[in-house]
């Protein structure tokens, strides 16, 4: 990607089931303890790729089952509530997480081995990018193209970007900054949050917020 | 007549925004790799329904492919039945001769098939013993298209090894993986909206083909689309059914297929037809294999469309009543739970009174089935398509290739 264009790239994962499921609160614990770091990058980013029309209540699967599985809805809260994002790595969410859950059992001790309508089973992604060979150079070709290219795009300049190749800003947001001196504009990017909308959602507000900025009323 | 050959540009507009970009790039790494299919079937159930529509797709981008089918006598599909059964959890022997047959069928498949290509993907039990025969160089895939959670474990011990020679095996889903050796990768199933089944009907041949099937469209109608199978509940439909009409006049219609030559679908449809007795309002529909236009038409003129499953494989019926924008009511079992997120796309339910209500709720709300149809639509429209599962193929042959 030169200063001045921006290149698009697109992804689709494969998912792998590992055989490792967790039977309880309890066992959700432990086995967090030594599952794959790739596994919770998963059931806790990889899992906003699939968020694709609709934001499911939950962002990340960890919650999503404590809630409909265990019916924990308090926990469920707390689990969902910090991301990897909020963390300098994805050991330093594991320790989050454990301690989450480590205290609510052992506040609440009847909840780690209540019995779960099914239980958790853990996977991890294989992600595969591309450039797609969409490449813009203003604003006004970004538009365009904001409205052509996959959910996947979406999800790995606003998502991926972020949460597995480590960048400060999404994609775009830096784009827009670096290359185009939009302050604002970027500010406005960089605060849709793909962790609380689906990607149609946030590829609409990635719309509306380049229109309005066209406009002249951003 | 058979369905013309589908070519990438026909999804135009139809798959999601980029996905046909997506899927052109993802090939390009891939031009001249050869892809063979093997499976029991070139016509007839699930997998030679959707093979017989990715092919060519995957032909159009640089795939090489060719599709190989194994095939044998009585005995080998006797085998091959009580395989299928016992994986699913039946009780009953795969007896020493039943086994024999089905190694000897897969010997003289082997010696007949051409078995070289870059990525061979064998489809369900019968032919795996072929990965026998792999060549240096070559990869494996076990595609399982049947629920492995609870297999009858003598059937399992003798199936896994040969299933751990593959290379990988994929699932619907992970509660169908049984532990492995090898990786085990997820696959949803797909629907192809361009198929008999799924395409575009004019508003008028729905209304002719719903008239002539008997059923009358003056009032909501409530559509099941599924085998006579205890555990598609068509019983529990009808019970639902009764508790609504309580409250609001409405029709239902029970449609299925393929029970003539299977005496428990036979014993069910009888027990269905019986419980419906002479309510002139309930419509017990038996219907060849061959009827998808007529399915077609119903699923597009259903007020709400019912899946009322106690257990489940994928249940792509849910996928062809969310992609004809219907809001759908599913048991909450196997891939119903994958395809719906409830009270936004579906309303997913657990009992007899759980359907009535949600019958209920629907019919008494308009708005609400329009705004669950639209995201129902879109929800398929991103994650149930024959053009996702294109992709889902493409990224597996690169992530083997690398």
């Known amino acids: 990607?030169?200063?001045?264009?921006?290149?698009?790239?697109?992804?689709?994962?494969?998912?792998e089931s590992l055989g490792l499921r967790a039977d309880s609160v309890q066992q959700l614990l432990e086995r967090l303890e030594t599952v794959s770091a790739d596994s919770i990058?998963?059931?806790?980013?990889?899992?906003?790729?699939?968020?694709?029309?609709?934001?499911?209540?939950?962002?990340?699967?960890?919650?999503?089952?404590?809630?409909?599985?265990?019916?924990?809805?308090?926990?469920?809260?707390?689990?969902?509530?910090?991301?990897?994002?909020?963390?300098?790595?994805?050991?330093?969410?594991?320790?989050?997480?454990?301690?989450?859950?480590?205290?609510?059992?052992t506040r609440e001790p009847w909840v780690g081995g209540r019995v779960p309508h099914s239980p958790f089973r853990f996977l991890r992604g294989h992600l595969a990018s591309l450039p797609l060979n969409v490449t813009v150079h203003d604003l006004e070709e970004l538009r365009l193209a904001l409205a052509e290219v996959d959910d996947g795009s979406i999800y790995f300049h606003t998502v991926e970007a972020v949460g597995r190749l480590g960048k400060a800003r999404g994609d775009f947001a830096a784009w827009i900054e670096d290359?185009?001196?939009?302050?604002?504009?970027?500010?406005?990017?960089?605060?849709?949050?793909?962790?609380?909308?689906?990607l149609f959602e946030v590829r609409a507000a990635l719309v509306r917020a380049v229109d309005e900025e066209l406009r002249g009323d951003g | 007549m058979s369905e013309p050959r589908p070519r990438l540009a026909d999804y135009e507009g139809i798959a999601p925004?980029?996905?046909?970009?997506?899927?052109?790039?993802?090939?390009?790494?891939?031009?001249?790799?050869t892809f063979l299919h093997v499976n029991s079937t070139r016509e007839g159930g699930g997998v030679a329904e959707i093979l017989s529509r990715l092919l060519p797709l995957l032909d159009e981008v640089g795939i090489r492919t060719r599709w190989e089918v194994i095939d044998g006598e009585a005995e080998f599909y006797a085998a091959t039945k009580r395989i299928h059964n016992t994986l699913q959890g039946a009780d009953a022997p795969l007896t020493p001769q039943m086994k024999e047959a089905y190694l000897a069928a897969s010997e003289r498949a082997a010696t007949r098939l051409d078995l070289v290509a870059d990525t061979v993907m064998i489809h369900d039990p019968q032919p795996a013993p072929l990965v026998a025969r792999r060549e240096d160089g070559s990869r494996w895939i076990w595609r399982c298209h049947i629920d492995l959670s609870h297999p009858q474990r003598r059937t399992w011990t003798f199936l896994a090894p040969h299933v751990g020679r593959f290379d990988s095996a994929i699932f619907h889903l992970a509660e169908f993986s049984p532990r492995l050796p090898i990786p085990s990768y997820l696959i949803h199933p797909s629907i192809d909206p361009l198929s008999d089944k799924n395409r575009e009907l004019p508003p008028l041949e729905v209304e002719r083909r719903v008239a002539a099937l008997g059923v009358p469209l003056d009032r909501p109608l409530l559509l099941q689309v599924s085998r006579f199978d205890p555990f598609k509940d068509p019983m529990g439909v009808i019970r639902a059914f009764r508790l609504v009409r309580q409250h609001r006049d409405c029709v239902l219609v029970l449609a299925g297929g393929g029970a003539s030559d299977d005496p428990e679908g036979t014993e069910t449809l009888a027990r269905v037809r019986e419980e419906a007795g002479d309510d002139p309002d309930i419509h017990v529909l038996l219907l060849p294999s061959?009827?998808?236009?007529?399915?077609?038409?119903?699923?597009?003129?259903?007020?709400?469309?019912?899946?009322?499953?106690?257990?489940?494989?994928?249940?792509?019926?849910?996928?062809?009543?969310?992609?004809?924008g219907k809001a759908v009511i599913g048991g909450a079992a196997g891939g119903i739970t994958k395809q719906l997120v409830d009270n936004v796309t579906g309303h997913?339910?657990?009992?007899?009174?759980?359907?009535?209500?949600?019958?209920?709720r629907l019919l008494g709300n308009a708005a609400e089935r329009e705004r669950m149809g639209i995201l129902a639509r879109e929800s398929a429209r991103s994650q149930l398509l024959i053009t996702r599962h294109l992709i889902d193929y493409l990224q597996l042959l690169r992530l083997h290739a690398s």
């Open chain 2, 348 to 360: 997913l339910v657990h009992s007899v009174e759980g359907c009535a209500y949600a019958i209920r």
């Open chain 2, 17 to 33: 925004p980029g996905s046909l970009v997506l899927i052109r790039r993802l090939a390009e790494s891939l031009e001249g790799h």
């Open chain 1, 1 to 15: 990607m030169t200063s001045a264009s921006f290149d698009f790239w697109g992804c689709s994962e494969m998912r």
């Open chain 1, 179 to 198: 290359a185009l001196g939009r302050s604002a504009l970027a500010r406005r990017v960089q605060e849709i949050d793909p962790y609380v909308a689906s």
């Open chain 2, 290 to 324: 061959d009827a998808h236009l007529d399915i077609n038409a119903l699923q597009r003129a259903a007020t709400i469309v019912i899946q009322k499953s106690l257990r489940e494989g994928f249940g792509l019926t849910v996928a062809e009543a969310m992609w004809k």
């Open chain 1, 41 to 105: 990058y998963y059931h806790s980013v990889r899992c906003l790729l699939r968020h694709q029309v609709v934001a499911t209540p939950y962002p990340d699967d960890f919650a999503s089952w404590i809630d409909s599985e265990v019916r924990e809805p308090a926990l469920a809260e707390r689990v969902a509530f910090h991301s990897p994002f909020d963390f300098p790595d994805i050991e330093a969410f594991r320790e989050h997480l454990i301690g989450v859950l480590d205290e609510h059992v």
